[in-house]
């Protein structure tokens, strides 16, 4: 499907170049395309700020599941009766 709408669009817009990767077919593509749309467009100083926040956010995310994560492992969960009691937990 998703190489006949690449088709459709290339009929329709022949002088358009497509490069059509993965994140696993090539991990930096999404870096450089990134930086390069952040470079290209109007809102340049918008762009960049949320970009440059983005690693930020993150780490907050990560330290906020480690410590839930934590928490969790401290339960006493071998303790629980009900199956339907510990799946709820988890």
């Given at each position: ?23 696993n077919?090539?991990?930096t ?5 990134t ?5 290209n467009?109007a809102g340049?100083s918008?762009s ?10 993150f780490?907050?995310i ?11 492992k401290?339960l006493?969960?071998?303790a629980i009766?009900?199956?339907?009691s510990?799946q709820?937990v988890?």
């Amino acid at each position: 499907m998703v190489a006949d709408l690449l088709e459709e669009y290339r009929s329709r817009a022949p002088t358009s170049r497509l490069n059509l990767s993965t994140r696993n077919s090539n991990p930096t593509k999404a870096d450089d395309l990134t930086t390069t749309c952040a470079n290209n467009t109007a809102g340049k100083s918008k762009s960049t700020g949320f970009i440059n926040a983005v690693p930020a956010k993150f780490d907050s995310i990560t330290k906020l599941g480690n410590a839930e994560l934590a928490a969790i492992k401290k339960l006493p969960l071998d303790a629980i009766q009900s199956n339907d009691s510990g799946q709820s937990v988890l």
